[in-house]
């Protein structure tokens, strides 16, 4: 088990995004609003080491968030 626990894996998950000019970013001030391409309920994207690995969703129970695997993606499809 102790060459497992020593692999880095990078995770990222996405909820959508969005294409802005620089100047736009540069004036974005403390709780500007950002509107994403998703809709509040499409699912999330997660990639390991910057590869699509699966599908998923935001839960919030007791004031925790969570990200809940939904579908496992083979390939590199829906990227």
Known sequence: MSVVEEI?????????????PIHHVLRLGRGAVIELDALEDDPMKIF?????IA???????????????????SGNSHR
């Open 8 to 20: 880095d894996v990078d995770v990222k998950v996405e909820l959508g995004s969005a294409m802005m």
């Open 48 to 52: 390991g080491n910057n590869k699509l």
């Open 55 to 73: 599908l998923g969703e935001i839960r919030v129970d007791d004031g925790k968030l969570s990200v809940v695997v939904n579908k496992k993606v």
